[in-house]
């Protein structure tokens, strides 16, 4: 397997929940990691199965490590690792943890290039219309990783691998191969970065995680028009519960009211007024 600076390079940022997990219900557990959530799917229990969603920073694959553990006792590795995108700040600690876990890792075939070694993303936007992070974001990694054989392209049929009842969802705009993960039963969301609860291009907003819902982060999204049918599908489906890649997990009423609003008012909400990707749009 080859690193690179997106699983190498730590990056000095954190907020108020970093450390702490969320039992959103009895098989989803939302675990903060700096900035960025990772989601471990099964019940708690020394022994039981379970999958882990994203892979945090940089650095982090001992915490996430350590964390499992918690949950579902020691030498019980995941029976796969899924990724809603190959982004930095969701593959981070995802070479750490394979070199202990010799699990499968899945993800849409769009995203492969990024976890191969074929292609790198296009670097942060630092000229987009946002706040401090976005001014910052020229320190974010952006180039692929290379984990070989491990990576596996999702199942055409939408199944996700060890997760009966769940789809995944193409949600592209934040990146080519992104998708969301979706259960029919209770209508549970794990978006990824389709859209956040928090502003993540302002540091203050970042640091305390204030709750708000918002667009996919403006510094490293390059198809805001895609991005637009992306929320309008995910508003669609009417979920219950949605766990974000960054901000706190949201449910009921306010999910249901802001992402309406989200999808509908995506133009002035979420689009920047300037960015590289705008301006390449007009």
Not at 4 to 17: A, G
Not at 36 to 45: D, E, H, R
Not at 164 to 169: M, S
Not at 185 to 199: L, Y
Request: with cysteine; proline share 7%.
């Amino acid at each position: 397997m080859e690193r690179s600076s997106s699983t190498e390079r730590f990056q000095p940022m954190t907020s108020v929940t970093s450390g702490q997990g969320i039992e959103v219900a009895p098989d989803l557990y939302c675990y903060t990691v700096q900035i960025v959530n990772v989601i471990f799917f099964g019940v708690a229990g020394e022994g039981n199965d379970w999958v882990l969603i994203d892979a945090g920073m940089p650095k982090s694959g001992d915490k996430i490590k350590e964390e499992a553990e918690k949950r579902f006792g020691n030498d019980n590795p995941p029976k796969a690792i899924i990724l809603t995108h190959a982004h930095f700040d969701h593959i981070g600690g995802l070479i750490d943890l394979l070199e202990v876990w010799d699990v499968p890792v899945y993800a849409h075939e769009l995203e492969l290039p990024y976890l191969t070694g074929q292609k790198n993303y296009p670097e942060p936007d630092t000229t987009v219309e946002g706040g401090m992070v976005a001014k910052l974001s020229f320190m974010f990694p952006h180039e692929s990783i290379d984990i070989g054989s491990k990576a596996h392209a999702l199942p055409d049929d939408h199944t996700i691998p060890f997760m009966p009842g769940w789809k995944w969802i193409h949600t592209p705009g934040h990146t080519e191969g992104h998708i969301s993960l979706f259960r029919h039963d209770d209508h549970a969301m794990i978006v990824g970065d389709a859209f956040v609860t928090v502003i993540q291009d302002e540091l203050y907003k970042v640091f305390t995680q204030e709750k708000e819902i918002g667009g996919p982060p403006r510094y490293l999204t390059p198809d805001w028009d895609i991005a637009e049918q992306s929320v309008e599908i995910l508003a669609a489906l009417r979920p219950s519960l949605a766990i974000t890649g960054h901000g706190v997990p949201v449910e009921g009423q306010w999910l249901h009211e802001n992402l309406d609003r989200l999808a509908s008012d995506f133009q002035s909400i979420a689009v920047p007024d300037h960015g590289r990707y705008v301006d390449d749009s007009k």
